[in-house]
C-alpha cells in the first residue's frame, strides 16, 4: 500500500523539495506531510493515535498550582463540551510549575472560546500563557501530551 500512496504523493507535491525529495533510494519527508500516509480507511476501533484529534490546547501559570486545581479547571472544560473527547496530560516545566497540555476533538473556535471563559474566570491575561491551535500533526500531537506526565488521562 505503501508503494502505491508514494505515487500519489509523488504527484502532489513534485518539485516541493522542502516537503518531500529523493536522496539516491531514499525518499526525505517532511514531518508535516506524514498524515498523508494513514490509511484511508476508517478502522473500526480507535487508540489514541489513530483517533480524530483536532485542537491542541496548553497552559502554563506564571505561578505555581497543584495538580488538583489544574485537573479542576479541565473538567470544567469537560463539563462545557461533554460530546467530546479530552486526552489531557499535567506536566512539570522547567521551574518546576505544573502547566497542561491537551487534545480534544472539538473544532477549534468552540475549544478556544470555552477554555478562555474557564481560564479567564480564574485568571486575568497577565498571569498565564495560553494557546489553542488547530492539530496539523495527530502522530507528533499526541506523542507530545505523553512526553513527561505527572497525570495524564482521557475524559
Known amino acids: 500500500m505503501l508503494k502505491y500512496k508514494m505515487i500519489k504523493i509523488k504527484e502532489k507535491y513534485a518539485g516541493v523539495t522542502s ?4 536522496d539516491g533510494k531514499q525518499w526525505k519527508i517532511h514531518y508535516s506531510i506524514i498524515n498523508e500516509f494513514m490509511p484511508i ?25 497543584d495538580k488538583e486545581y489544574h485537573q479542576e479547571l479541565i473538567y ?19 521551574r518546576g510549575f ?38 496539523t500533526n495527530k502522530y507528533n500531537s499526541v506523542n507530545y501530551a505523553n512526553k513527561a506526565p505527572i497525570i495524564t488521562e482521557i475524559i
Do not use: C
Not at 19 to 22: H, M, Q, T, V
Not at 76 to 94: A, F, R, S, V
Not at 101 to 108: A, P, S
Open 19 to 22: 516537503l518531500l525529495d529523493k
Open 41 to 65: 480507511n476508517k478502522r473500526k476501533n480507535y487508540t489514541e493515535n489513530n483517533y480524530d484529534w483536532q485542537t491542541f490546547v496548553s497552559w502554563n501559570p506564571f505561578e505555581n498550582y
Open 98 to 135: 505544573n502547566h497542561v497540555h491537551f487534545i480534544t476533538d472539538g473544532k477549534l473556535p468552540e475549544v478556544k472560546t470555552i477554555v478562555e471563559n474557564v481560564i479567564y474566570k480564574y485568571f486575568s491575561w497577565t498571569e498565564i500563557s495560553f494557546e489553542a491551535t488547530s492539530i
Open 76 to 94: 470544567q472544560i469537560k463539563n462545557e463540551m461533554p460530546d467530546k473527547y479530552i486526552k489531557y496530560t499535567i506536566e512539570l516545566d522547567g
